[in-house]
């Protein structure tokens, strides 16, 4: 398989992640961002919205969209499940990652800070102080409702004793969180969580600085 | 089963219209966003998050973002599928409806919508020329990747020739775009599919002047 996707971008190291935990060998075809290669008239073939990641399969399918590419590995590679084996479980773990994945995520990543940069009324743009503050009330309430459902259903992880789907997303915004400078201390199941992923091989080799295109 | 949503909000009207394809049989609890019931004690018992909708099954089972609530009705409801039955297919429905879910809709959100208003420098707040530049921008840039999209692998809907999850998320997104004032003119596939919703009863009864709460 080959990942087309960015070191630092949050949508392709959750899917590193599960690619790792799955233990599927995958060739990495890096995109930069910040030079706009992922609006080349090629790339736009394979994927029309112009964003990472997209995972070309053995088959030659073009998978978007990391939660439909997390989704069809669970499907087609089973083991080690990233989802109960119950409807209410996997309703639970996909809540979780979609907490991330809609709530947060979507809200700090590059093309939107580059708006927010845009929105000040003197058309000097907003400063990192600014870019800062705003990234960081859409992760610490999301933080917050996470580390309350962890609380409930975790046991090590996000829910029960091993990683899930959630843990992909996770790790990936408590990444995101630091170098938006956030405050974790109010988060102290999150942390636990991330002190379990730094010395887990498959989140490991999935860190932006260990992947072929981080400066 | 009971919803907890508001009538205008997309993800609860996302829900309607799965839960109206299923035929299943449920009871409104509206909470309405503009006062903030949804930060109530109570239903931050229900919803650690504060957010709408969440869906009390008759199990006592909650659960929380539409994404989610939409992969258990399919689950638990099989009939008729939302999701196509093999996995790419799979993948492509739900690489539709990430595409609006997490990268059209959580930018055009109520609570998003009152932070981009308070982010000019001047303290005025941005007008609402400015705000619905900023909703359009994110609803054509999806647009007009999903356009293309259709093109592949629709036949009447977003996927072959019957509603799936893709549709679900479709339809209050051409809604929301409309209160944005979006030129939707350079999308003809998916105004066909709203030609098609406006005439299906279990659209119909989904829409937001339809229900309970609707003013």
């Not at 399969?57 to 083991?79: C, F, K, R, Y």
């Not at 029960?160 to 630091?178: E, F, K, M, V, W």
């Amino acid at each position: 398989m080959i990942l087309h996707g960015y070191w630092r971008s949050g949508t392709s190291y959750r899917t590193r992640i599960a690619l790792n935990l799955k233990k599927l060998e995958y060739r990495q075809a890096p995109l930069d961002l910040r030079t706009g290669a992922q609006k080349s008239d090629a790339y736009l073939r394979l994927n029309p919205q112009g964003l990472v990641p997209a995972l070309e399969t053995d088959d030659g399918l073009v998978l978007t969209q990391s939660s439909a590419i997390l989704e069809w590995l669970e499907e087609t590679h089973p083991e080690p499940p990233l989802l109960p084996s119950d409807a209410a479980g996997r309703a639970q773990v996909r809540a979780m990652a979609a907490l991330i994945g809609c709530d947060i995520h979507p809200l700090n990543n590059l093309r939107v800070l580059k708006a927010v940069r845009g929105l000040t009324s003197d058309g000097m743009g907003a400063d990192q102080t600014s870019v800062d503050a705003w990234a960081g009330q859409w992760i610490i309430d999301g933080f917050t409702a996470l580390e309350t459902l962890v609380v409930r259903h975790g046991d090590g992880w996000c829910f029960g004793g091993a990683p899930t789907l959630a843990d992909c997303y996770l790790i990936p915004q408590l990444y995101s969180a630091r170098r938006f400078h956030v405050d974790l201390a109010a988060f102290p199941r999150l942390l636990e969580i991330e002190a379990r992923a730094e010395v887990h091989p498959a989140f490991i080799a999935a860190l932006p600085e260990n992947q072929p295109d981080a400066d």
